[in-house]
T-cell receptor, first 114, second 114 residues
Framework: AQKITQTQPGMFVQEKEAVTLDCTYDTSDPSYGLFWYKQPSSGEMIFLIY??????QNATEGRYSLNFQKARKSANLVISASQLGDSAMYFCAMGNTGGFKTIFGAGTRLFVKA | NAGVTQTPKFQVLKTGQSMTLQCAQD?????MSWYRQDPGMGLRLIHY???????DQGEVPNGYNVSRSTTEDFPLRLLSAAPSQTSVYFC?????????????FGPGTRLTVL
């Protein structure tokens, strides 16, 4: 069975510092996608970054990068230069091609301190 | 484009009542999914559709029905509401062949069953 594990219920980071949010996954499928979504206190789900299982390079999108270690089955999110607006819930997710069958981790709540 | 829209935003039901949560997208996406989010948890997949007339079950389908007669609409029906169905419901759509396979989420419907 597929599974996503986020072991950090809450994280604190100082503004302008970098932070890493941990995610491990388990699947027997050779083809899959890994996602990170942000959920602010307003409740909407915002796509941040995607990594395909066959992608050789780690994905980057602006201040977000995904540290993909396939052998360890980990897909950690790195946020560089944290901003106050980064305070939110962050979900790691794994899905199929097309993303319509996606499973989510329990989430990590990030607090950015001024 | 409005993206993914959901109605209603809030709903209170009594145990045993039925209702339909509406979801529509105007991006011509092939894939659509319904998730529920319980407090302190990630999203769990209820049902999904890969095109008009084609639906399938996700992780937690019991108590819910779906149909998809058009590409745009994907309603979720609760036949006999139970307190365990109190949750926030998200509809999402995604596109076949997109670079990132990301899902676009609606704003959610907060459902309370008394």
């Amino acid at each position: 069975a597929q599974k996503i594990t986020q072991t950090q219920p809450g994280m604190f980071v100082q503004e302008k510092e970098a932070v890493t949010l941990d995610c491990t996954y388990d699947t027997s499928d050779p083809s899959y996608g890994l996602f990170w979504y942000k959920q602010p206190s307003s409740g909407e789900m915002i796509f941040l970054i995607y990594q395909g299982s066959y992608d050789q390079q780690n994905a980057t999108e602006g201040r977000y990068s995904l540290n993909f270690q396939k052998a360890r089955k980990s897909a950690n999110l790195v946020i560089s230069a944290s901003q106050l607006g980064d305070s939110a819930m962050y979900f790691c997710a794994m899905g199929n091609t097309g993303g319509f069958k996606t499973i989510f981790g329990a989430g990590t709540r990030l607090f950015v301190k001024a | 484009n409005a993206g993914v829209t959901q109605t209603p935003k809030f709903q209170v039901l009594k145990t045993g009542q039925s209702m339909t949560l509406q979801c529509a997208q105007d991006m011509n996406h092939e894939y659509m999914s319904w998730y529920r989010q319980d407090p302190g948890m990630g999203l769990r997949l209820i049902h999904y559709s890969v095109g008009a007339g084609i639906t399938d079950q996700g992780e937690v389908p019991n108590g819910y029905n779906v149909s998809r007669s058009t590409t745009e609409d994907f309603p979720l029906r609760l036949l006999s509401a139970a307190p365990s169905q109190t949750s926030v419901y998200f509809c999402a759509s995604s596109q076949q062949g997109s670079a990132y396979n990301e899902q676009f989420f609606g704003p959610g419907t907060r459902l309370t069953v008394l």
